[in-house]
């Protein structure tokens, strides 16, 4: 386990944007993956965002277009943009470090999405 500490949630209109930072207290270069996902209310943990150590993204379709992964090594931190929000995007968002079969989750952030 490798804590992850996620900034940069928030209230924000729709249409608006935000960018989430999730820091590893160590390097990122072990991990085999990087990612976001959220839980919304009433719904499981969902995948939002997946960066792979070879360098590959994957999001759903109901991001893909809208948010962007990405990485910074020198910093041990990962972003996910979040541009055009939407109401439906309103849930926790946490960070994920994958290490073959070991799984590090951050504590969660809150981001909320106005009408």
């Known amino acids: 386990q490798v804590p992850l500490v996620e900034s940069g949630g928030g209230l924000v209109q729709a249409g608006g944007s935000l960018r989430l930072s999730c820091a590893a207290s160590?390097?990122?270069?072990?991990?085999?993956?990087m990612g976001w996902y959220r839980q919304r209310p009433g719904k499981r943990r969902e995948l939002v965002a997946l960066a792979f150590s070879s360098g590959g993204t994957t999001y759903p379709d109901s991001v893909r277009g809208r948010f962007t992964i990405s990485k910074d090594k020198a910093k041990n931190t990962i972003y996910l943009q979040m541009n055009s929000l939407k109401p439906e995007d309103t849930a926790v968002y946490y960070c994920?470090?994958?290490?073959?079969?070991?799984?590090?989750w951050g504590q969660g952030i809150q981001v909320t999405v106005s009408s």
């Open positions: 160590g390097s990122i270069f072990s991990f085999t993956a």
């Open positions: 994920n470090a994958q290490s073959g079969s070991d799984h590090s």
